[in-house]
């Protein structure tokens, strides 16, 4: 179930950036700005979108102790926003399963931390 929603919510990050890429342009167009100007405009929409919620993994990852926990993604923050910078389509949905897992109960302590809590 997680992992459809990460799937769902990354694509609509997609859809949204395309929908409204394609809006400014042509909105630019009609304005008989240059293509390339309206191109550069979508690129900066496209890499703002990007790196703010990369911004908001960083700042919730810490919020939720997200280092505490057993996994792939469960890394510190700055290693978390290095991976979700460069590898946005992979980072960012693994992030989002993992909060789901965290915020239901399901995910598992590190050992380390799992044995001096009990």
């Known amino acids: 179930m997680n992992l459809f929603f990460a799937v769902s919510v990354t694509l609509a990050f997609f859809i949204t950036q395309v929908v409204v890429g394609t809006i400014l342009l042509t909105v630019l167009q009609m304005m008989s700005i240059p293509n390339n100007v309206g191109e550069i405009v979508n690129n900066v929409f496209q890499f703002g979108t990007m790196l703010c919620s990369v911004a908001w993994m960083v700042v919730d990852s ?3 102790g997200l280092c505490r926990y ?3 993604i469960c890394e510190r923050p700055v290693r978390l926003a290095i991976a979700g910078a460069l590898l946005w ?3 960012f949905p693994m992030y989002l399963c993992k909060r789901w897992d965290i ?3 399901v995910a598992k302590l590190k050992p380390e931390l799992a044995n001096s809590v009990s």
């Open 62 to 64: 810490k919020k939720i």
């Open 70 to 72: 057993q996994g792939f």
């Open 89 to 91: 389509i992979v980072v």
């Open 103 to 105: 915020n239901h109960g």
